[in-house]
């Protein structure tokens, strides 16, 4: 099945430093999603988006559904330690009715130096 | 406490020999979800239940089958495990009205299956 190009696969990066990834896509979504998953958990969702545009903060964490609703973005600022984890970005493909099906990228490994 | 479980937590078995993995939740969701996670391929949805009685195919349903006769319960079969299947799984749960899912998804704390 399809899956989401998310990029960069790993980041190593400064206490402080902000960070960005992304997510694209061949075909066109109606819902992103921003989860982290931290050693030994599941996946926690940071993040939705559900209309093209949108942007969304939580905390210091920021996700934009891009206008070609092909693509997103999530961007962390000032990084601190526990930011530490694996960042999956998921979607909903537009058109059909399979509306329970989500499809998921690779995920982004994050890691903060203090 | 709402949460999904899942047993059992870790499982080494040889080809062939049919399993069962449990998920159960008590939250009363509507929507429950099988996920599979492999290095370097994030997670792949398996199967997923809109309500009672009704299952449908995420994107790599080979080689495994679900029910979903309660509400609170959504097994994973594999009937005829094979070492491809070798991986970490992950069951979910969230609210849903009619087509609407809310998408704050509960994940169970995973299965480690080994198969060999």
């Known amino acids: 099945g399809q899956q989401l190009n998310q990029s960069p696969q790993s980041m190593f990066i400064q206490e402080g430093e902000d960070v960005s990834m992304n997510c694209t896509s061949s075909?066109?979504?109606?819902?992103w999603l921003w989860y982290k998953q931290e050693p030994g958990e599941g996946p926690v969702l940071l993040i939705a988006?559900?209309?093209?545009?949108e942007l969304t903060s939580n905390g210091r964490l920021t996700a934009q559904f891009g206008i070609t609703r092909k693509d997103s973005f999530l961007n962390i600022s000032a990084s601190i330690p526990s930011d530490v984890g694996i960042y999956f970005c998921?979607?909903?493909?537009?058109?059909?009715?399979?509306?329970?099906?989500?499809?998921f990228g690779q995920g982004t490994i994050l890691t903060v130096h203090p | 406490e709402a949460q999904v479980t899942q047993n059992p937590r870790y499982l080494i078995t040889v080809t062939g020999k049919k399993l069962t993995v449990t998920c159960s939740q008590n939250?009363?969701?509507?929507?429950m979800s099988w996920y599979r996670q492999d290095p370097g391929l994030g997670l792949r949805q398996i199967y997923y239940?809109?309500?009672?009685?009704?299952?449908d195919k995420g994107d790599v349903p080979e080689g495994y089958k679900v029910s979903r006769k309660e509400k609170r319960n959504f097994p994973l079969i594999l009937e005829s495990p094979s070492p491809n299947q070798t991986s970490l799984y992950f069951c979910?749960?969230?609210?849903?009205?009619?087509?609407?899912?809310?998408?704050?998804?509960?994940f169970g704390p995973g299965t480690r299956l080994t198969v060999t």
């Open positions: 998921a979607g909903r493909r537009a058109g059909g009715t399979s509306y329970g099906k989500l499809t």
């Open positions: 075909s066109i979504f109606n819902t």
């Open positions: 988006l559900y209309k093209a545009g």
């Open positions: 939250m009363n969701h509507e929507y």
């Open positions: 979910a749960s969230s609210l849903s009205f009619g087509t609407q899912i809310l998408y704050e998804q509960y």
């Open positions: 239940s809109m309500n009672v009685e009704v299952t």
